[in-house]
T-cell receptor, first 109, second 113 residues
Framework: AQRVTQPEKLLSVFKGAPVELKCNYS??????LFWYVQYSRQRLQLLLR??SRESIKGFTADLNKGETSFHLKKPFAQEEDSAMYYC???????????FGAGTRLFVKA | GAGVSQSPSNKVTEKGKDVELRCDPI?????LYWYRQSLGQGLEFLIY????????KSGLPSDRFSAERTGGSVSTLTIQRTQQEDSAVYLC???????????FGPGTRLLVL
């Protein structure tokens, strides 16, 4: 069955420290992976998707098909990165997008 | 252009009453999703519409919940005989097709007293 797993419900780091939000997926085909973010009092929005290979707000994510992972990384966390982060998986052919349970990132001063 | 809009933004109702929540997706988006987000919790998938296909209702928590999408555009989520545990933020999202980015609405905050 298709599944997205975010093992950490809460991640707390100090400002300036590296941060990695883990995401593992289960899907037999070729998936499209996304990271969405929800800042306080804002609507949920796309942060990045693997096909774009972009770095957004200093965040990057690499799709590792061997490990079926799509971890989100940033070398130096900022306080404004504090938010809820969701990993999501989609595919072609009318496939329903599946979201992970989310990880709340808290960056301490 | 306009993003996804939802109405009302807040709804307070009494237990046992019916409520209707509305979602206006981005024009031209064929896929539409409803999610529920309880306080401090993640996204709970409710229902998914894709074009003219039959909706995927696998996430609806009970038969008190139903949704329709008229003319491939506006969608309404109806909760009958509301219960206190229905209190949550209900989010709608649309995407150009299933593999594309989802655009979320601001949500409707429902409080059942």
């Amino acid at each position: 069955a298709q599944r997205v797993t975010q093992p950490e419900k809460l991640l707390s780091v100090f400002k300036g420290a590296p941060v990695e939000l883990k995401c593992n997926y289960s899907y037999s085909g070729s998936p499209e992976l996304f990271w969405y973010v929800q800042y306080s009092r804002q609507r949920l929005q796309l942060l990045l998707r693997h096909i774009s290979r972009e770095s957004i707000k200093g965040f990057t994510a690499d799709l590792n098909k061997g490990e079926t992972s799509f971890h989100l990384k940033k070398p130096f966390a900022q306080e404004e990165d504090s938010a809820m982060y969701y990993c999501a998986l989609s595919a072609t052919g009318g496939f329903k997008t599946i979201f992970g349970a989310g990880t709340r990132l808290f960056v301490k001063a | 252009g306009a993003g996804v809009s939802q109405s009302p933004s807040n709804k307070v109702t009494e237990k046992g009453k019916d409520v209707e929540l509305r979602c206006d997706p981005i024009s031209g988006h064929t896929a539409l999703y409803w999610y529920r987000q309880s306080l401090g919790q993640g996204l709970e998938f409710l229902i998914y519409f894709q074009g003219n296909s039959a909706p995927d209702k696998s996430g609806l928590p009970s038969d008190r919940f139903s949704a329709e999408r008229t003319g491939g555009s506006v969608s309404t989520l109806t909760i009958q005989r509301t219960q206190q545990e229905d209190s949550a933020v209900y989010l709608c999202a649309s995407s150009l097709n299933t593999i594309e980015t989802q655009y979320f609405g601001p949500g409707t905050r429902l409080l059942v007293l």
